[in-house]
């Protein structure tokens, strides 16, 4: 069977007329090109058609797409909504429960918006390895050298300073010690109201509620945004029951229920505290084209925005190549 292509987005906004416009986000002019092209080359579909195609019922449509949007940011509402709304499209969203319901700033967000400050990345990086040093002893730290050994590296979106920061304020220090340093930043950098600042960034209950109703499907994203694979079997079971509340307020059928693990990460814990609640499915951040079928019911892989074309005439690329398969 044709496998199912899922599209990953986080922020989408008008990047220039914004006040943070280093942000790593997709520009609104691109993501209405990126949504030009996927109707020119696929059928977008729906969580519950995915459900229903994973339950052995209705077979999905030739290359389905899905389009998901992680992390319940205010973009997913202002920008993307009417944008998907305007051409009939489907999609799911991810917010993280706690950023909906009690409005707090996530590392991860706090994070991005430290790196897009316009701070000198060099000043951020002396200023945790300086932190770390002065404090080493209480908190047990390595020594510098170690961390920077372990996660200096590149990936596919980022440069290595930029993957030493988030690494280090992610989840490589104590999670207390992180959050101070956070905060510490984000304070020097940013803004000094966090309370704010998440009200202005992130999507409330009410918004939410206003998707549901036009038909978008919300799932879980975890409750506090935890790097679950990390976390031992009770507070990763503590989490995603607490991230319940969120789906649970919005009135989402039990049978719909999904999840999509924060910075892609769960072990065979995760997968199996999905099952005893009830999770049809899950989404990762490998990727690759989903496969829709049992064995990967809870690791379906999902594309980022960044490897599909942002051109409505594109020529398809591989990944609509291997859709086409
Ligand atoms: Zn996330």
Redesign the pocket.
Known sequence: MSRLTIVMY?YVRPLARTRFPAIKGLDTAAFDEQLAYVQRHYTVIDISQLIAALDGGEPLPLRPALLSF??GVMDHYTYAFPRLAARGMKAVF?P?ASVAIDRKL?D?NRVHYILASGADLGAIVTYIDARCTDVAAEWKLQPVAAYREQYWAANRFDPAPVIYVKRMLQHALPSRLRAMLAAELFGRYVSSDETAFAEELYMSVDHLRVMATAGMNIGS?GDA?HWLGRMDRSGQQKDILSSLRLLEALGIEHDQYTM?Y??GDYNADTIDLLKASGFKAAFTTECDLANVTEAHRYTLARLDTNDLPKKADAAPNVWTERANA
Request: hydrophobic share 25%; charged share 15%.
């Open positions: 986080h992680d992390d991810f993280p996530l991860v994203h945004h999509c924060p910075y």
